[in-house]
């Protein structure tokens, strides 16, 4: 067969077929597979690993958090890396969008990093120590049960109905956290409970 071509289309032609081969010949899509399986497991070698629950919804889907700095030797912990924990029973490994955007959630500006009270009068929020807040907390708690739980109904049944405060728990725990809030919670006769799944 004879087959007519001008320069032009043989420049063309031989540019295309030889960026093909080369692709073709360094299998490109499967070396850069490759080259990224090589790195992963040195990447996450060296960090720290911690196995928790997502915090965003009652699934609760396990995750491992990767962590530069090692906290068993006093060193501080930067969180770079967090994916689904493949031996967890609930989730296999996958995350949802948001369980898979946590790393926002880490380092967020916005996050809450320590308990703060506003004064009455005040217009602004000021950080408090973790004992100042529980000891704050059971105070009021304490002083709320004691003024308005309602022992007994109308008819002289033991009730013991504490409605006037509500706890708000966190739904992403474990099965015996959740156990444990519920006992707490139900056993000082709190009526209104709830957790961030519903809210
Ligand atoms: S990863 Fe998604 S589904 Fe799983 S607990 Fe987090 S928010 Fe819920």
Redesign the pocket.
């Given at each position: 067969m004879n087959i007519e071509i001008s320069r032009r289309q043989l420049m063309k032609g031989t540019g295309a077929g030889l960026a093909v081969t080369t692709l073709g010949a360094l299998g490109f899509g499967d070396m850069e597979t490759a080259f990224a399986a090589s790195i992963r497991p040195y990447k996450l070698a060296s960090l720290t690993e911690t196995r928790n629950?997502?915090?965003?919804?009652?699934?609760?889907?396990g995750?491992i958090i990767y962590a530069k700095g090692d906290v068993k030797k006093g060193e501080r912990a930067d969180i770079i890396h967090i994916e689904?924990d493949t031996d967890h029973p609930?989730?296999r490994g996958?995350?949802?969008?948001?369980?898979?955007a946590?790393l926002d959630i880490v380092h967020a500006k916005t996050r809450t990093l320590y308990p703060q009270v506003r004064k009455p009068g005040s217009d602004k929020f000021e950080r408090v120590s973790w004992d100042f807040a529980f000891d704050r907390i059971a105070r009021l708690m304490k002083d709320d049960r004691d003024k308005n739980i309602v022992a007994r109904n109308n008819d002289g049944v033991t009730v013991n109905r504490w409605t006037t405060t509500g706890f708000l728990a966190a739904s992403?725990t474990t099965n015996e956290t959740a156990w444990t809030t519920y006992k707490v919670v139900r056993s000082a006769g709190m009526v209104v409970f709830d957790n961030q799944a519903r809210v």
């Open positions: 629950t997502c915090t965003y919804c009652s699934v609760a889907c995750i689904g609930t989730n996958t995350l949802c969008p948001k369980g898979a946590l992403a």
